[in-house]
């Protein structure tokens, strides 16, 4: 099961956010002194960006290439109509030139009879000369549209395919020096803990559009479950007492909704972890982390980042364990799931 915010995106932003990734630092890790939180959080941050514009610019790269296509299409039936206007333009002439009697129009307009015969045989020539060189006309200035049209879709198409490809080499460069900042990040992290001296904390920055709006929101925005409440397993003593959300190391994790920071610890089954209190009696833990970035006695909203997702401690591999208990400590955990979804946020 996936979950992922919603994300505008424009096909100025395509242009613009290559512009503006180009423009960064080339080491694109934070400088050699930043901390490897911080390092992982704007690598994080600028992987996902430039995935989100890659994805939009090979969207709207499909979308005109179909467009081109479809363009020629119409042209293909533009020159089928000319082609059967100049057979029918064939046709009229070679009824022009020869009656029923078999004597040419213009003879049979020689040997009228009378003036108004011969002006009625001048009318029908006009008129279907007319009628033909009209259609005609229309048909070409149709054509001319559909290709001036087509070259146009063509050159949006072949841009947007030039620019993904830049995209795409950006998005592998920085792909790369994230996962070797999240290497670094883990590895400082697993040293904390064998020493069992929590790192300080390393504040993160917050999303642009500040808080979310919402009283309680996902400890993560993008997600897999994996482990669930009550589920057993070798790894632990009796059941699983949180849910797992699987993601890479470095994540942000956030505080599911306000509350007080009552603990962060480092060491143990569960790593470096978070405890948050909510109102109601109620409190959240964040555990198995690689960085937090608050410490103890701090506020936190809804959303706020408060820690980077890890490995440490008992884990297997990358992931957030999650709890909500009624008490700070384990063995007071409840189904987070449910809890989660009363308030609004299913999972």
């Known amino acids: 099961m996936r979950s992922s915010r919603p994300h505008p995106l424009l096909v ?3 242009l613009c956010a290559l512009a503006v990734l180009g423009a960064r630092p080339a080491d694109g890790d934070g400088g050699a002194g930043a901390a490897p ?5 704007r690598l994080y941050e600028e992987a996902a960006d430039t995935t989100r514009q890659y994805e939009q610019g090979r969207r709207e790269a499909e979308a005109q290439r179909a467009k081109a296509l479809e363009y020629e299409k119409q042209l293909d039936r533009e020159r089928r109509k ?18 029923t009697d078999g004597l040419p129009l213009t003879a049979r307009m020689l040997l009228a009879d009378s003036p108004e015969e011969l002006m009625r045989g001048q009318r029908v020539v006009s008129r279907a000369n007319l009628a033909v060189n009209r259609a005609l006309g229309r048909s070409l200035r149709a054509q001319d549209r559909l290709a001036a049209d087509e070259a146009r879709a063509q050159a949006v198409w072949k841009g947007l395919e030039k620019r993904n490809a830049e995209l795409a080499k950006l998005k592998t460069k920085i792909e790369g020096k994230l996962a070797a900042a999240r290497a670094r990040l883990q590895g400082a992290a697993d040293a904390s803990v064998t020493a069992g001296s929590c790192p300080g904390a390393v504040r993160l920055d917050q999303p642009e559009d500040g808080r979310t709006g919402r009283s309680w929101v996902a400890p993560v925005e993008t997600y897999e479950l994996s482990a669930s409440f009550g589920s057993g397993g070798s790894r632990w003593a009796h059941r699983h007492t949180g849910q797992d959300f699987a993601v890479p190391v ?6 599911v909704g306000t509350g007080r920071v009552v603990a962060v610890t480092c060491g143990g089954a569960f790593g470096i972890q978070v ?3 909510h109102p109601g009696g109620y409190y959240t833990q964040y555990a198995h982390l690689s960085a937090v970035a608050v410490d103890q006695g701090d506020r936190v909203e809804p959303g706020q980042r408060i820690a980077q ?4 401690g008992n884990s297997t591999g990358p992931h957030l364990h999650f709890e909500v208990r009624v008490t700070p400590d384990m063995g007071s955990a409840l189904d987070p799931v449910p809890w989660l979804s009363q308030r609004g946020v299913p999972l």
């Open 309 to 312: 997702s890890g490995s440490t």
């Open 250 to 255: 470095g994540t942000p994790v956030r505080s």
């Open 12 to 14: 100025p932003a395509l």
């Open 82 to 99: 000319i082609d059967a206007m100049h057979e029918d333009l064939g046709r009229i002439a070679r009824a022009q030139y020869r009656g």
């Open 37 to 41: 939180g911080a390092q992982v959080a």
């Open 275 to 277: 405890v948050v209190e």
